[in-house]
């Protein structure tokens, strides 16, 4: 006998509905690998064309396909159905942020901050072309390898409890981002990026739940990343000739 | 469609400094607290082993040196930054966001520099202090 | 285009604002361990002020001078030890997250660092310990 599992995902629409609700689908679970990906697109393509959500790549390098699965925040391209089976999957929008229609939430507030904290290499002073291209040792890449690993899902976001009861903050993918770049040998814009992390919402607002690190689906440890940004910049205030580019 | 106004950033020194002098209390803190309870809190008032505090003579004679003064200073108020930080931030996690508000800051932080300056005062009248 | 935080995209209408649930801490094991021990604050707070009324009523002389013994304050700080006890674990191991430090040119371990901070809190225990005791006999 062929095996089905129960799908719960929100439904809201926008024209239509005042809050949001679940609605049920029942499908067949016909291959052990299927992800919760997976059995939104079956029920995209053979049950309800009208459910919505974002995904792109299916093989957790975009970012696109965050969701809450069973109140957790995960990538559904990396949640396979068959640790939930034979229990009801529910799938909803990630937390904190407002829900644009079923599946769907807005980012704009997430761009936004990332935007602010400039994550890209930011030079004074360029080095002519003739000079040919920046040179760095492994040592110098390990210094901020582990934070390029980002990949702007959003997971981190919908974990902080800080970020959900106040969005003014800047959040965890921000900060950890704002680490990698300022930690990059090549770059020269940690003077830039400081007034946006030292700010009031910047990074004295995380207070270490560690959530975010514990659900980021690539290793970035975003706690991390925050807390040593709240010490170097402490030391950079506290120490007269400390730390100063 | 006109640019909304956004405040221009700056680097939140209160907030620095407030959470640097949560992370020095919480160090004094986690390093010194625990021995302090378990011996002058159970072991002593049980009579499982003999502690100062139980003999007033000694007790008194070394809460008149100054390096045990400064020692108990550093024991009793600085932790209190460490404290008055997490509850203030306990609060807005419970869900009172006013406890961001600067007078909520005032009243926490303010607390704790009472607290010291009350520790400071216990320690300088309590057993005159003995230089040498 | 830069929005103000916490507003909708203007092409959007009607999206749903979400709000955090009351008791959003008691929904995750994790969430409800960070409570704890954000917690912790208030009995030790309350153990260090039992200190230092102590302090003062020794200074008031060694007729009223009578330190609690009683069964309440030993359960008092049975219970201050054990949050005592779950506040210094939690904060030493993240202490070895936050510090970063280059030895050599190559980082230390953060377990090196976790390890250095439990040596200097049992250190700092059994100097104090002694002391404690030593002037006790």
């Known amino acids: 006998m062929a095996k089905r599992i129960t799908i719960q995902a929100t439904r809201f629409d926008p024209e239509k509905d005042t809050k949001p609700r679940l609605q049920s689908y029942d499908i067949p679970f016909s291959d052990d690998s299927m992800v919760v990906l997976d059995a939104l697109n079956y029920i995209k393509a053979h049950v309800d064309g009208t459910l919505s959500y974002r995904w792109s790549c299916r093989m957790g390098i975009c970012g696109s396909c965050g969701m809450m699965v069973n109140g957790t925040p995960k990538l559904t391209c990396n949640a396979f159905l068959r640790d939930y089976w034979p229990q009801p999957v529910v799938v909803q929008p990630l937390n904190n942020f407002p829900i644009v229609r079923d599946l769907v939430i807005d980012m704009e507030d997430f761009l936004d901050k990332l935007k602010s904290v400039k994550p890209w290499i930011v030079r004074k002073q360029e080095i002519p072309l003739g000079a040919g291209e920046h040179l760095q040792t492994t040592s110098q890449i390990d210094d901020f390898k582990q934070f390029s690993q980002c990949i702007n899902c959003m997971l981190c976001y919908a974990a902080c409890p800080v970020y959900g009861l106040n969005n003014e903050f800047l959040g965890p993918a921000a900060i950890a981002l704002a680490r990698r770049y300022n930690l990059d040998s090549r770059d020269q814009g940690l003077k830039d990026r400081l007034p946006v992390i030292a700010e009031a919402e910047g990074v004295w607002e995380c207070s270490f739940v560690g959530e975010c690190s514990v659900v980021c689906p690539k290793g970035v440890d975003p706690a991390k990343a925050i807390q040593q940004t709240k010490l170097d910049t402490t030391m950079r205030f506290v120490l007269p000739y400390g730390n100063r580019e | 469609m006109s640019a909304p106004a956004v405040h221009a950033p700056r680097p939140a020194l209160a907030h620095l400094f407030w959470w640097f002098m949560f992370a020095q209390g919480g160090v004094i803190a986690a390093v010194l607290i625990p021995v302090h309870v378990l011996v002058q809190g159970i072991l002593g008032p049980l009579g499982w082993v003999s502690v100062v505090d139980r003999h007033y003579d000694t007790w008194i004679n070394l809460l008149g040196n100054p390096i045990v003064k400064l020692y108990l200073l550093v024991l009793i108020a600085v932790p209190f930054f460490h404290f008055a930080h997490r509850l203030r931030y306990l609060l807005v996690d419970l869900g009172v966001p006013a406890a961001k508000s600067t007078p909520a800051q005032a009243i926490f932080y303010g607390g704790a520099v009472v607290v010291t300056l009350i520790t400071i005062w216990v320690l300088l009248t309590t057993a005159p202090l003995k230089l040498g | ?137």
């Open chain 3, 1 to 137: 285009m830069s929005l103000p935080a916490g507003e909708a995209h203007p092409a959007l209408s009607n999206t749903y604002r979400w709000s955090m649930p009351a008791n959003w801490w008691t929904r995750k094991r994790h969430y409800f361990f960070y409570m704890l021990r954000e917690f912790t604050a208030l009995p030790l707070a309350l153990w260090l002020l039992w200190f230092l009324v102590e302090i003062k009523r020794a200074g008031d002389g060694p007729a009223s001078y009578a330190p609690h013994s009683s069964a309440l304050f030993v359960v008092f700080s049975a219970v201050c030890l054990a949050f005592a006890l779950y506040h210094s674990i939690t904060f030493l191991s993240l202490a070895g997250v936050i510090i970063h430090v280059k030895f050599l040119n190559r980082p230390v371990p953060s377990r090196l660092i976790v390890l250095s901070q439990f040596g200097l809190w049992a250190a700092a225990s059994i100097v104090i310990g002694f002391v404690l005791i030593w002037f006790g006999r």
